[in-house]
Structures are given as structure tokens and as C-alpha cells.
């Protein structure tokens, strides 16, 4: 018993397709449940990180043995998935009108979803990792497709569209993850190695002074500001694109 930690897992089996499972015998650990687990991991996972989460530091955590835990969850995989969608019940889904604005509707879920990994940065890396296909991921999967198929798009020009504003989302979210994980190594603010960095670069090659100017970076300027108007600037551009796909389709008869 002691060895069930290390078990291997099915990588295909999720937790959202796993096959029911068969009942226990003897009574349930007093004063646990599978929603008090996932809750103690999502806390967990943001105060302390993926790589020192395990079983055996959510049971004390939770002052229980680790067999306890598995009673609700069959291996620390499941346990994972659980936790990135409890991640994604932060999402403020807004309602789908009929007769709505899907820039607006899509401006506000693709802010949301940025925000929601800088909120759990370890979620980054369970992207790909897991199959987003929990309750909370559905909701904010099934909102989206809704809002861009109302205004027209289907088959793969929809299917792009939402891969286009996701993965942007996502790829944007995981670079200021990567970059905050970078500052907090180097023991610095993030305005300060930002211009050490620059200092370096423009000493080494002039151009770099002129791609700032270009791009309009103030070293004086607080990044997260800067990071806020880049994502816009990209998210209105791949809108724009979106725009000018559904202004192409055939008219409706």
C-alpha cells in the first residue's frame, strides 16, 4: 500500500473520461470530500508551485493520512486535472446574447483567460498536458464557440478563430509567467532587470536601441502596463482578422 503513490497512470485515462469507479469497501475518511481535496490542491498549487506539490504534502496539508486522499482520487494525474478546472471556475463567463457583440464577448473571455494563469501561473503547465474538457473549461469553451458561430463562422474558419484567440491568449500568458519566474530568480524588480537587460543589448549591438524606440518601450515604464497595451494591440489584430473572415463569407439566403 505504501508504493500506491507511485503507480503509473494511464496518461490517456482522464479524470472527465475515466470509467465510474467501483464502490469502496468500508465508510468514507470522516470530513473529507473529493470538492474539499481539489480546493486544498488548487491552494496548494498556487502558494507553493507544481513542482512541490505531491500526495503526501496535501495530506498533511489536510492533517490526513495519504490513503485517505485516495479514497476520492486514484492518483495525483487526476488529482492535477481536478485542479485545473477548479482553476477555471474564476472565469466570469458572460452571458451570449442573441444579438450580442462577439468582438466584445471574445475582448472579455480571451482578458479572463489571460488573467486566470497569471492568477494560477502552474496552470501554464498543464496546458496540452491535460484535456481541458472539465465544467468550468466547457462553459468557457462552449461561450466562446457560441459567440463566434453566431456571427457567422463554422467548420474550420470557427474552429480557427478559436484557436487563434485561445492560443494567442494562452502563448502571451505563458511568456509573462516564464518572465515573472525569470525575475524572481534573478532577485530583482522587473523594471530593473528589464534595463540591465536592454543595457547589455544596446551595448552589444546599437539596433536593439532602435527597436525600442520603434516599439515604443519606456524603460521607466511599468512592464505590466506595457504587457496590458501589447495584448490588446495583439488581441484587436487577431479580432480584426476574424472581422475581415466573417465580412468575407457568402451571404445567407
Known amino acids: 500500500m505504501a508504493g500506491k503513490a507511485e503507480q503509473p497512470h494511464d496518461p490517456a485515462v482522464s479524470v472527465w473520461l475515466a470509467p465510474p469507479r467501483p464502490p469502496r469497501r468500508g465508510s468514507a475518511p470522516t470530513g473529507l470530500s473529493r470538492e474539499k481535496i481539489t480546493a486544498a490542491t488548487l491552494e496548494l498549487l498556487d502558494a507553493e508551485g507544481l513542482p512541490a506539490f505531491s500526495m503526501r504534502r496535501l495530506a498533511a496539508e489536510l492533517e490526513v493520512t495519504a490513503m485517505s486522499v485516495y479514497w476520492y482520487v486514484d492518483n495525483k494525474d487526476q488529482l492535477l486535472e481536478l485542479a485545473l478546472d477548479a482553476a477555471f471556475a474564476d472565469l466570469a463567463v458572460p452571458p451570449l446574447e442573441d444579438h450580442g457583440d462577439w468582438r466584445r464577448h471574445v475582448y472579455v473571455m480571451a482578458h479572463q483567460y489571460r488573467q486566470c494563469f497569471l492568477r494560477h501561473p502552474w496552470a501554464t503547465e498543464l496546458i496540452g498536458r491535460f484535456l481541458a474538457i472539465g465544467p468550468n473549461a ?32 494562452y502563448g502571451f500568458a505563458l511568456s509573462e509567467v516564464q518572465w515573472g519566474r525569470r525575475v524572481k530568480l534573478a532577485g530583482a524588480g522587473p523594471e530593473e532587470l528589464y534595463r540591465q537587460m536592454m543595457g547589455v543589448l544596446t551595448a552589444s549591438d546599437s539596433r536593439h536601441a532602435e527597436w525600442e524606440k520603434l516599439l515604443g518601450h519606456d524603460r521607466e515604464e511599468k512592464l505590466e502596463a506595457a504587457g496590458n497595451r501589447q495584448f490588446d494591440a495583439g488581441l484587436e489584430m487577431a479580432m480584426a482578422g476574424i472581422e475581415a473572415a466573417i465580412a468575407a463569407l457568402p451571404p445567407q439566403p
Open 138 to 169: 466547457m462553459l468557457m469553451s462552449n461561450s466562446a464557440v457560441g459567440a463566434l458561430a453566431r456571427a457567422g463562422l463554422s467548420g474550420d474558419a470557427l474552429g480557427g478563430a478559436i484557436a487563434l484567440i485561445f492560443q494567442y491568449t
